[in-house]
């Protein structure tokens, strides 16, 4: 085994995903500062929710909890808190070994909230 081929496959020798993390959007405004009874997983989900409906981040936009949490200058916990409650609402798809999207709108739910 090369040494470059060791640096690729790191100490393990199990290949590593590239270290790049897909782009987020700088289109997220700030988060507000949450009062004392408001939990911050509650407002990222509050901000991503609003951000998804707004289409300030449009179907198809790779989102990673990383990028998030330093968007929002918040730590990974309550970002991936948001994260699940927006996978089960149906607004966040997360291809496993791939990463996490904005999912695409569906018509039939289109159809249905009208």
Do not use: C, W
């Amino acid at each position: 085994m090369t040494k470059a081929t060791q640096t690729a496959q790191g100490h393990s020798g199990i290949p590593q995903p590239d270290a790049e993390l897909p782009t987020v959007p700088r289109s997220l405004p700030p988060l507000l500062q949450p009062n004392s009874r408001y939990r911050i997983s509650d407002a990222v989900y509050g901000q991503l929710s609003e951000s998804i409906r707004n289409l300030q981040l449009p179907p198809g936009t790779p989102i990673s909890e990383p990028g998030i949490a330093a968007q929002l200058q918040v730590s990974r916990s309550p970002v991936r808190e948001a994260f699940t409650r927006l996978v089960e609402m149906g607004l966040i798809s997360v291809i496993p070994q791939v990463g996490s999207f904005i999912a695409p709108i569906s018509l039939a739910e289109v159809d249905e909230s009208v």
